[in-house]
Structures are given as C-alpha cells and as structure tokens.
C-alpha cells in the first residue's frame, strides 16, 4: 500500500474548518464548529449520542452540503473533485453499504477506485495492496467470503481494510472499534497508529470508548449540541466536570499509562 501525497500547501493543515453550520431536514445539527488537525495528527472526536460527531466528520469528507470553511491540505474542500478527494480522504461511516454478494477481496479492491481509470480494470498491484492490508488487518483467509456472511467485528475490519487499501492520507474513522472485541480494538488502533507513524498519516476520529480515545488520541475535541464544548489534550478534556456535565455521567478518571482512564460509578443514591 503507497499512500498518494495529498495535493497539500506547504505548513497547512491536513484538516482546518471554521464556521461550519450543517442543517439537515431543516434542523440545525452543527452551529459554529471550528476545528483544526494538524498534518499527522491523531484527533478525537468526543460527545454524547446525537451530539453531531458523524454529522462533522461527514462534513469533512465531503458527504453532506454545509456552509462554512472546510480546507483539507490547504484546498478548500469544494474545490476537490469526488475522484482527487478519494485520494486524500478515506472514510469510514458507522454503518457502510454492504453490496449483496460482494466477496470480500472485492469490496476492498473498491478502495482502489481512484487509481483505476473510468473503463479500466485493478491491476497487479492494486490486488497486491488489497491483499497486504487483508494481511494486516488479521483477514488473509477471509477474502473469496462474502462480505455479508461475516460477524459485526468482521466486517468492520474489511471496512477499514477498504479505507486503507485507498491509501488516502487523511482517515476520517467514525467509531472504528464499536463492533470489536477488546483484542481486536486495540490491533485495529494499533495498526491504524503504526501505519500514521509510517506512512504520515492524518487521522480524526469519533469514538464512545473514552478511556481507549484517551489513550490514542493527540487532541480531542467534545461537542454537545452541535458546538464544540471544549478542546486539548486527553487529559484537559476528559475531565469529571466535562463528563458530568455533557454526558450527565458520574465517573471517576484516573491516571492511565498514555491518556487518563475513564471509569464509571453508580451515582450516589440521594438520601
Ligand atoms: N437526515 C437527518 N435529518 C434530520 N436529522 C438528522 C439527520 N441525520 C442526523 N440527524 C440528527 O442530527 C443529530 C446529530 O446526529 P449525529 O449522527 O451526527 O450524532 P452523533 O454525535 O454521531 O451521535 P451518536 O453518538 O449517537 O452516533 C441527531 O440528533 C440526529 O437525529
């Protein structure tokens, strides 16, 4: 797999946004977000359900309309052709599209589409790649199955086996882990951090796990309501104050080997 270099301005961002405002059926979902990611950065976007964390990260690769800036690399992202932003941009949704009776080695040579002109077929190495990050992702024997044969934890891994078979610099990865297994969840953030090590990749995120977010993320930024409540490091940002007051969650966090640990407690009963 050969990441392509994203058409990036010198020193720009890999992800830079301000003002974003999405409505969706005439309901305000995001108001005001700005956000930025740093060119090899890991970010994490945190909140409580409905908050808005897909309806950002949709924004960002260019899913759904919005108003406001969205710049990837130093290009507006409207400026991007579908084709050249499939070469910086992979996405994985919370729910993919899983064709009927697509066998697997198929579904990730998809990713390979922006490199395989209109009329042409994969060629050697785009098959190559699909088949070395089916190797990675602990998926070699699975590739003549069909995709939709396989377990929830599966087949979230083939999807971010498609994303990285893109070989697209910057990953938006909305819940990656949220059908894995606690061993799976780790090898996948871990694959996913050694290849941005590797390879410069960019990586914004949305997960639930806070603990595990913490533990992977550089920066994170918590929305409630459509806006950004607060921004920094793991350990500024999930904090027992921020937790109880836009989760409703009493927890306890303590000190953890790379970010803090996220532990919840039964609320004391009320006298
Ligand atoms: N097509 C739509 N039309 C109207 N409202 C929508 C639409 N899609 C999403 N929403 C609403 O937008 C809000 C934000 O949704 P979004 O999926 O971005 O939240 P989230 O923070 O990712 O939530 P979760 O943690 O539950 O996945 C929710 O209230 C949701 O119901």
Redesign the pocket.
Known sequence: MSPVPAPREVGAAAVEVRGLHVS??G?P?LTGVDLTVAAGEWVTVI?P???????LLRAVGGLLPAQGMITLFGTPSAALRRRDRARVVATVT?SPVVPPGMPVLDYVLLGRTPYISPLGRESAADVEAAHEVLDRLDLAGFHNRELATLSGGERQRVFLARALAQGATLLLLDEPTSALDIGHQQEVLELVDQLRHAHGLTVLA?M?DLSLAGEYADRMVM?ADGQVVATGTPREVLTEHLLATHYRASVRVVAGTHGPLVVPVRPRPTP
């Open positions: 969706l059926d309901n979902i909140g359900n409905g908050a808005g964390k897909s309806t919370q949305t639930h929305l």
